[in-house]
């Protein structure tokens, strides 16, 4: 399969892990800023084949991770109610709020639809004129795009029924926010290269002069991730601190300009809380004022919310890079895919659900099932 | 107790941490019907308990019941059919309430004879549709060897935008003297053994998904396995093929963790040698989906003694229901009730049922 075997040749991998072993002097610490790469790193097991100085710390980039548990429980409250269709993507379905998550709002007989297209969500409404119909619109520059165009097109329709809760997030702030804690051990960050797709690189040439650290945009296949590795690796070694793209089959310098015409038309930065961290400054995106009347959380009063994080969690660590997700007490006994404590442990793209899934032979007896 | 509840409550100790069984859930979830730990758990803890101890091993898609005056041992199994749509490339829901239950008995070695048919049919269902299905299922029994013997008819109130329909097949065979399958012979040193490609039917069913319609040559890989199965046998008597499972829901990767957990054996396979076909590959890499875990509806695992994996495999190749075999993996000393993929460059990671269905992620 054309751009899919090529980067999973054993042959070349084993090629890049012998240039990255020639090329290691002392000990790393690299961080893959998006759970897609955390996902790819830890199924494939490209980090037990990494000489033992270069060390992965996985970061905050999973959007089902990050989103607030008030973001959720207002969700969970807009899709119970009987004049609402909820539409939202597969992968939020099962995140816990306080007390529940939108399966169990399903099958208490909340219309809450799985939509592959946010652009279904908005074909849901006009076929459903009668119904306030609700998108989940969450992620990070990735989606933005598809998910800005729900408002585009709703407005072009004249559609009054339809609303976008809102809970997007972006990753220079959340970069700047990590390499700015006295704690940090990161060394040098691999971007999230489909961010990078939609916004390009310019947004990431301050933080490297800023921080002086490597920056390089990297994809998500084994022979991507690696090579992102090798260069930030060589950066490191030479004493440069660069941004550098390492995905440019994908990534373009200047980004897609019509997908950033789009996103400066509907959506303005704000500052926005990041489940398990802390609210980040400007560090997310809410719909701008012309947009305004498709707020969900404007449309719908969602009050008495009584938020609950559960206490033992430890998923900010987590997804700071502060812990592995096998260092947390929780992780396997009271705290599994199937009864999670936090977002990290539902997410397919959460560092503690990959842990899990994949790692389960090398951590104590207790973990495995 | 029986033999098989031992098997299973040992595996469980080690498989079931929590003492408080299906406390997660008030309600049935979608992901109860998923084929992954949700099912396994309310099986486990609602159905079994309930129903008291004499029930085979549960993990079994078939039953192998001895009769009563020593003439012989009959394997048995039901199971319901919904997909939506119910017509969809290479067949329809028609063709897997065939063959589905034809391949369940197929895999305790059995040679599946007559089924029945019980179809519960929403209002508004088109009656072309219903005899397009019936057709199919007519021509499935023939291609299958079975006789379609009795049935049952009802209609309920439309839901949603009706027209749908289930479709609950049982059916028994005969299993051959001498035939032993199941987990329970796994042995170190085996040989996993997979029919063809995995993928198809779940992907062709997930190209026609409202919302996701993706263009593609997928079709439904549907077949009946009986005439694979037998050649098997024949060419390997006296025990050298220890189980079969056919890899329909939860796919090719929770086949093998349920034969791991069930034998108390480790299973380790080769990711690379699991053929994929190009389509299905690409669909799975747009959705966010593992191929391993999508399921397929004419496709089985082998799991052969080490001496007769050879022979075992040049027999699934000269049958049409197995031209594309291969040998995958094997069971190993270490690790028991885990199951480890070496995955393609070379590391190792442990293969896990899915939790529910699977669902496709966001970016």
Redesign the interface.
Known sequence: MKYLDEFNDPELARQQFEDIERIVTRPWALMEVCGGQTHSIVRNGIDQLLPEQVRLIHGPGCPVCVTPLETIDKALAIAARDDTIFCSFGDMLRVPGSHHDLFQIRSNGGDVRVVYSPLDAVRIAADNPDKEVVFFGIGFETTAPANAMTVVEAERRGLTNFSMLVSHVLVPPAIAAIASSPDTQVNAYLAAGHVNVVMGTAEYEPLVERFRVPIVVTGFEPLDVLEGIRRALLQLEEGRAEVENAYPRAVQAGGNPAAQAVLADVFEVCDRPWRGIGVIPASGWRLSPRYGRFDAERRFEVQDLHVEESPSCRSGEVLQGLIKPNECEQFGTTCTPRKPLGATMVSSEGACAAYYQYRRLDVPEKVRT | MTRETEVVTSVAS?????PLPLR????????HGGGG??SQELIEHLFRPAFGGDVDDPSHDAAVLSLPTGGGRLAFSTDSYVVTPVIFPGGSIGDLAVNGTVNDIAMTGAVPLVLSTAFVLEEGLELATLGRIAEDMGRAAIAAEVQLVTGDTKVVEARDRGGGLTITTAGFGVVPEGVELGPRCVRPGDQVLLSGPIGQHGMAIMSL????EFETELRTDSAPLTGLVQTMLATAPGGGVRALRDATRGGFAAVLCELAEAGDAGIEYVE?DVPVP?DV??AC?F??LDPTHVANEGKLVAVVAPEVADEVLAAMRSHPHGREAVRVGEVVED?R??V?AR????????V?LP??EQ?????
Request: charged residues 25%; glycine residues 22%.
């Open positions: 080690g498989a079931w941490s929590c997660d859930h008030e309600r049935i979830v979608t992901g730990r949700l998904r409202e919302g996701l690379r190009g590959a690409a890499g959705l966010g690790h009730g885990i480890v995955t393609g460059i070379g590391a190792r990671r442990v896990d939790l529910g669902l496709p992620r966001i970016c």
